[in-house]
């Protein structure tokens, strides 16, 4: 979520429940069909002209089309921007209740790629209730696109997300923060300086209307859980059946660098499930037991970490070798995902322990990502807030998180370029509040290195009996339709296409 946690990968508090909770349901009532043909600023709403663009296992059907934003709502009127957005029609028109907006994460995740890859599995769960919407935010995937000229040493994930020098001085993270600061505002123009949620809202909007929908119903999953809330906060007559899919803290002073810091508490939390997996006996059978004991594999992992940091090993790809911080990077991406990718991070670490391995590096890794997918997550997590500006304080605060969280050392607390954005936040964070229909269903694992239990706790109570939250006791991020737990696949989808939800919060054994 996210905070950095948004960056295309080409790219937690532990509820102490026992049993499932009774999930007795009331009904969503269905919205009405009748179009908006005017937003806020008094303009007609736009027209999609769809035309067929059917991918290699996408659904069946699926449709494409252009949408007109303003570049600034400030000046509808003015220059215009277009975002890419697909549609799947519902294949039982007799069931068809409405439309369901498919939010990625982020930010930077691209609504198309999503609704590509899980379209089959969305129609193939809600028997045609709806037809199926998704969309590039703007600067993403086929949407208009802007860059910030960035070296291509500044677009390696594991300088974007500032990993603090072996001995954990910041000069470094600090030098490039500013040069990379530097570079958008130099670069960037309007469209960078447009990338923010506040924005994302306001063309979720102006897709609506050009829909044709009075209502919308929502699957967002990380950074699209606020996108969610913040358009269910602005626009609460607007929304129907409203699921969020591993959430953040919603607090206008957490948003963002928050989020981020969260990362080092959350690594810890899952961390314990990959130790667990890389002792069981099991593992020898691959060659990727790492230890016999659970207990044993964090302090293995730390200390392989520390050496790599003293002399890093040649990898597969030249110039870019295994550091200490490439380590630790493919140890966080890899807690968000399952048994596969701990096998990945598993047989990396024990390449690394053999002088005759040649470590393999992931390809989120292996080299820079696109100039476009860096602007767009930099520019929107330093434009939705403000972030200190003093060096010094993210130093001190790098130096206390690597004593308590050695596994991530420092880097969730470390300084962004957002310490040096020229542009001040145009829009106010929303506070995410108890009012409002009562239509949402939280989805969310206990062991979320990416958006922590204790994060998403803070967003079920700030929408109070707004919400119902379904706890699945696993880890890794995302829930719904990613992971095969049936208990929590079988709510969300008994939610999003019969109305049924929960009278109380509900648990959901791993």
Same mark, same amino acid.
């Given at each position: 979520?996210?905070?950095?946690?948004?960056?295309?990968?080409?790219? &937690?508090?532990?509820?102490?429940?026992?049993?499932?909770?009774?999930?007795?349901?009331?009904?969503?009532?269905?919205?009405?069909?009748?179009? &908006?043909?005017?937003?806020?600023?008094?303009?007609?709403?736009?027209?999609?002209?769809?035309?067929?663009?059917?991918?290699?296992?996408?659904?069946?059907?699926?449709?494409?089309?252009?949408?007109?934003?303003?570049?600034?709502?400030?000046?509808?009127?003015?220059?215009?921007?277009?975002?890419?957005?697909?549609?799947?029609?519902?294949?039982?028109?007799?069931?068809?209740?409405?439309?369901?907006? &498919?939010?990625?994460?982020?930010?930077?995740?691209?609504?198309?790629?999503?609704?590509?890859?899980?379209? &089959?599995?969305?129609?193939?769960?809600?028997?045609?209730?709806?037809?199926?919407?998704?969309?590039?935010?703007?600067?993403?995937?086929?949407?208009?696109?802007?860059?910030?000229?960035?070296?291509?040493?500044?677009?390696?994930?594991?300088?974007?997300?500032?990993?603090?020098?072996?001995?954990?001085? +910041?000069?470094?993270?600090? /030098?490039?923060?500013?040069?990379?600061?530097?570079?958008?505002?130099?670069?960037?123009?309007?469209?960078?300086?447009?990338?923010?949620?506040?924005?994302?809202?306001?063309? +979720?909007?102006?897709?609506?209307?050009?829909?044709?929908?009075?209502?919308?119903?929502?699957?967002?999953?990380?950074?699209?859980? $606020?996108?969610?809330?913040? $358009?269910?906060?602005?626009?609460?007559?607007?929304?129907?059946?409203?699921?969020?899919?591993?959430?953040?803290?919603?607090?206008?002073?957490?948003?963002?660098?928050?989020?981020?810091?969260?990362?080092?508490?959350?690594?810890?939390?899952?961390?314990?499930?990959?130790?667990?997996?890389?002792?069981?006996?099991?593992?020898?059978?691959?060659?990727?037991?790492?230890?016999?004991?659970?207990?044993?594999?964090?302090?293995?992992?730390?200390?392989?970490?520390?050496?790599?940091?003293?002399? *890093?090993?040649?990898?597969?790809?030249?110039?870019?070798?295994? /550091?200490?911080?490439?380590?630790?990077?493919?140890?966080?991406?890899?807690?968000?995902?399952?048994?596969?990718?701990?096998?990945?991070?598993?047989?990396? +670490?024990?390449?690394?322990?053999?002088?005759?391995?040649?470590?393999?590096? *992931?390809?989120?890794?292996?080299?820079?990502?696109?100039?476009?997918?860096?602007?767009?997550?930099?520019?929107?997590?330093?434009?939705?807030?403000?972030?200190?500006?003093?060096?010094?304080?993210?130093?001190?605060?790098?130096?206390?998180?690597?004593?308590?969280?050695?596994?991530?050392?420092?880097?969730?607390?470390? +300084?962004?370029?957002?310490?040096?954005?020229?542009?001040?936040?145009?829009?106010?964070?929303?506070?995410?509040?108890?009012?409002?229909?009562?239509?949402?269903?939280?989805?969310?694992?206990?062991?979320?290195?990416?958006?922590?239990?204790?994060?998403?706790?803070?967003?079920?109570?700030?929408?109070?009996?707004?919400?119902?939250?379904?706890?699945?006791?696993?880890?890794?991020?995302?829930? $719904?339709?990613?992971?095969?737990?049936?208990?929590?696949?079988?709510?969300? /989808?008994?939610?999003?296409?019969?109305?049924?939800?929960?009278?109380?919060?509900? $648990?959901?054994?791993?």
């Amino acid at each position: 979520m996210t905070s950095y946690r948004g960056l295309k990968a080409r790219r &937690v508090l532990l509820l102490g429940l026992s049993g499932v909770m009774a999930a007795a349901t009331v009904s969503v009532a269905a919205p009405g069909a009748r179009a &908006v043909d005017e937003g806020r600023d008094g303009a007609a709403a736009p027209r999609l002209a769809w035309r067929a663009c059917e991918r290699t296992g996408g659904p069946a059907g699926q449709e494409c089309a252009e949408l007109p934003v303003p570049l600034d709502y400030r000046d509808p009127a003015g220059p215009q921007i277009t975002l890419a957005v697909t549609r799947v029609r519902s294949d039982r028109p007799a069931a068809r209740r409405g439309t369901l907006l &498919v939010l990625p994460g982020g930010p930077g995740g691209s609504g198309v790629a999503r609704l590509t890859q899980k379209g &089959v599995a969305l129609q193939r769960q809600l028997a045609g209730a709806y037809d199926l919407v998704g969309f590039d935010p703007r600067g993403v995937g086929g949407s208009t696109k802007a860059g910030c000229g960035l070296d291509a040493a500044d677009r390696e994930l594991v300088t974007l997300r500032s990993w603090p020098a072996a001995d954990g001085g +910041i000069a470094e993270n600090v /030098t490039r923060s500013r040069r990379v600061a530097e570079a958008c505002a130099r670069n960037g123009g309007a469209l960078v300086r447009s990338m923010s949620t506040a924005n994302e809202v306001r063309d +979720i909007e102006r897709l609506r209307r050009a829909l044709g929908a009075e209502k919308l119903s929502a699957w967002s999953v990380s950074y699209g859980t $606020y996108v969610a809330a913040v $358009y269910a906060q602005t626009h609460p007559e607007r929304t129907d059946r409203w699921v969020l899919d591993s959430s953040g803290d919603p607090d206008p002073k957490r948003v963002e660098r928050g989020w981020l810091a969260n990362m080092a508490q959350a690594a810890d939390d899952r961390f314990p499930d990959f130790a667990a997996w890389a002792a069981d006996p099991a593992r020898a059978a691959d060659g990727l037991r790492l230890a016999r004991r659970a207990a044993d594999v964090r302090p293995l992992f730390l200390a392989l970490a520390a050496e790599l940091d003293r002399r *890093p090993k040649p990898s597969n790809v030249p110039g870019a070798p295994l /550091t200490g911080d490439r380590l630790r990077q493919v140890m966080q991406s890899a807690l968000y995902g399952d048994q596969t990718a701990l096998a990945g991070l598993a047989a990396l +670490i024990k390449a690394a322990q053999d002088p005759a391995a040649t470590p393999q590096l *992931p390809t989120d890794v292996a080299g820079p990502m696109p100039d476009t997918d860096a602007a767009v997550t930099v520019g929107t997590i330093c434009n939705d807030v403000a972030w200190p500006r003093d060096p010094d304080g993210y130093r001190r605060a790098v130096a206390r998180d690597r004593v308590r969280h050695p596994l991530t050392a420092g880097m969730p607390v470390n +300084i962004t370029p957002c310490a040096f954005w020229q542009d001040r936040p145009a829009d106010e964070p929303v506070r995410i509040t108890d009012r409002g229909p009562a239509n949402v269903l939280m989805v969310q694992n206990l062991r979320d290195p990416a958006t922590p239990y204790f994060g998403a706790e803070k967003m079920r109570a700030a929408l109070g009996e707004r919400a119902r939250m379904v706890t699945v006791d696993r880890g890794g991020h995302g829930v $719904y339709l990613a992971h095969g737990n049936a208990c929590g696949d079988r709510t969300v /989808t008994a939610f999003l296409r019969d109305g049924e939800r929960p009278r109380q919060d509900v $648990y959901c054994a791993g």
